[in-house]
């Protein structure tokens, strides 16, 4: 009998995920079409290259023969149109390829608000192995590249302010908001990553808005202008790390209903038969609790092909990702969160926060003001234990419980200093003010 | 080795050394090149002022060169560039580095005479100029393994400091190097001298390191050695005690507890060069499988050719009478605690053992059964076939000088750090058997935090493919893990722990990890 042939469009985690599960429980012909690399890599260690951390090859998380032995088939390719009705690919090269179930998993691309000079040479995102090349070729040193701008501060603008720095590149850093990354964390961390990122010699600029990037006659980069001043400064190379969006250009031809991302419901499924999306592109009809509906996160991607790879091999399943969890690192401080912590917290919600002395460490708790079930926490520089944070969170386990016994969260390496008691003190404290 | 080409390396990577860290490695260089030129008896004189200064300006170079490299820098991870380094990413330094230490360890071994070591009269050479120390130390001239003990210390304790500094944010990496700078300072190098200054013409014990356990030191149980432990009253007796005790009771006792760390990253002296010195070549490491399967053949016969070894020698002078020990006795045993461990492993824990290691634990088994087989069954005097001489001198050049000096130490800038340790050292195998069968040693998988980024498998110097494990949701148990916690250190999202708990449920294999919809993880993970 003939195995049904299942098309992903895409190698990163998602489409590895669901390729590697789909494997395990079946024989079905499964291919992978990407155009952006020959082998799965770990997009979130592209910044490791750079800092001379690793090479390419350490991104790969399988060996090579990995592909072959495990008959995943790879195809390198760009995939300009999708024709549900033939179940039928158009490739670069112009080859048509057939499909008997399609997944898109083509992830994410950096966001441009239409800034004048947005598509100047030098102006670079980080989210693909080619925004690696570009960036090595536009700043492989100080002389080449005096100075860089970086606009927009989130986790990727942060990595790329790390990683110019290790080559001695002076950085300047412009966040549009009066904090840094404020949609997401609250004031107490922003500001304890701001004195951390100025610590490392980045020319922090909060507040600030760009007007307008710079280019030479040759249509390079040449400076970028501030909005609120009007000051111009001279730069090299910009990076622009707003935020990332679905990578869906190529669908536009296609009958599949689009919004930002692949719109799909829980079952993951798109407007057309048979078509399916996981991973940064796809963008949920209805948000599953507190999650945004697309979720551009490496971690959400592996669930969800998890998830589909149960479905396309006759175990039907919705999309039910269990508590929330992520995790980044700011140059030197590791960041965790476990729950949900917001800007500031919800109505009827409070929270507790406590900084080390020495700035450099802090948790984040937002718990229901009267039941005082514990909502979520942000950990800065205290690694936390997953397993015991989403029992806690299962359990709805209060904010007392959870301080009392936050010895079994911690997951630092044996003879780190610990911090429970100083933070079981700091919390009887606030409850008696309060 | 595998191809890795550098997509990104352009070699416009920033200047790899400054000004103070080229000033400081050619201060060290010049006190390393005073020893050099007193090989060819240029005469420095007074000794002691010429040795002192050579090696007063390699550690204050290499004091220097650590204040250059992370005095300026917040704490954290500091391997920037470490692939834009010719030294460290197997470029034209690394290879003149490593034939300078394979010159270095050949001429050791095998032509001391070139240092200045002379069988009839004084010393020359650089072996005459550590003459002075030797005195002060022992009462001894020098010898070349003196002055080779001296550098290995110096090596350890001026790159200690450097690696101390690297990881000032990381009070497990602290600990752990005051460790083994504690042990090289004192057991390894003071401690012998002293127990040499005790000896005289009616008193004889063997002087030695006394965590350096067999089957690493596999000349203990050596007649030379025995017999003069037997001589040397209730000291040499409790010694003799002590060395069957280290790896028979403590040793199991202490892996059990803590995993292999507690030797291999704490106390041992070739852990302890490999974890200074060789830090900046830990990333080398051949992480495939190819060469995770070359080295469990590797380490394993190399076990095996030990423990036969060291049987046929103690057996061969046992049988010539005269001490309690029958050479029969001896041998029935080994026999016996060699199937002890045998059955069972066999009986309790093979559904752990992958079917290629149960076949080579059979094979091995069987081979070492028949041997004595052999012996009793009066088919050949000779024990084992060999003449137990040929067996023990074969032993101390293959494995003892080729494979842990010019090999394990000579090639650090190539292979990385730990190839002894990882393809060759009997006792790591030894001590790796017991923690993956027998311990509540893990490194532990937070969660479903993993990003596969792969800075833990990039920098583990035993070559273990760490990430393969975190992104799974999946504990690290592997025999050969050494316990250096630099994977934990260098994970960007604080996924992996070291830890001693209870051994069950240790090895967690997932294949839906946490923070997936539950019913999911339940259907696939209870499969």
Redesign the interface.
Known sequence: MKQEHIVIIGNGISGVTLARHIRKQSDKRITLISSESEHFFSRTALMYVYMGHMKWNHLKPYEDKFWKKNRLELKQAHVEHVDVKQKQLKLDSGEEFSYDKLVIACGSKPNKFGWPGQDSKGVIGLVSKQDLEQLEHYAPNNKACKRAVIIGGGLIGVELAEMLSTRNIPVTFLVREEHFWSNVIPDEEARLLERHIKEHGIDLRLDVNLDEILSDDNGKVKAVRIQETGEVINCDLVGLTAGVSPNTDFLKSSTIELNRGVLVNRMLETSEPDVYAIGDCAEQREPIGNRPPIEAVWYTGRMMGETLAQTLCGNPMTYKPGHWFNSAKFFDIEYQTYGWVFHIPKDGHSDFYWEAEDGKKCIHIHFEEDSKIFKGINTFGIRLRHEVFDHWLTQEATVDEVIKNLKLANFDPEFFEQHENEILDAYKKQEVNV | M?????????G???EALSVQQKLSAALGLVGLFIMTLSVFNIGFQPKVLWLSLSLAMVAAGIVWYTKASYAGK????K???????SLTNRGFWAYILGLVFTGFYIILYFYPSLLGLNSDGANTGVVSLFDPLSQALSGNPASQWFVYGTLYTLAILGFGFKFLWKYR????QR?RTFSVMFFQLGFAFIIPEVMARLNGDDFSLPYYNLVNIWPLNYYNFEQYRVDDMLSAGTIGIALLIFGVASILVITPILTYKYGKRWYCSWVCGCGGLAETAGDPFRHLSDK??NAWKLERWLVHSVVVFVVVMTTAVVYSYLNNGGYWLSGTAFLISVASLLSIVFAWVMVYKREQLQNDAKYAAIGFFILILSLIALHFSGMTSKIFLFESETLRSTYGFVIGAIFSGVVGVGFYPIFGNRVWCRFGCPMAAILGFQQRLFSKFRI?T????C?????C??YCEMGIDV??YA?KGENIVRSSCVGC?IC???C???VL???NDDPKGRINSK??????????MD??NQK
Do not use: W
């Open positions: 595998s191809l890795d080409v550098n997509m990104s390396v352009t416009n990577s920033p917040t704490a954290g991870i391997n920037d560039g470490v692939y834009f380094k944010h990381n009070s497990y600990l495939s499988q532990t937070n969660g479903g935090q990003i596969s980024c792969g800075n498998s990039t990430r393969a992104q916690g934990a250190s260098v960007p999202r604080g722990k070291l830890e294949d839906v990890l946490l923070g997936n919809d539950v019913d999911l259907l696939v």
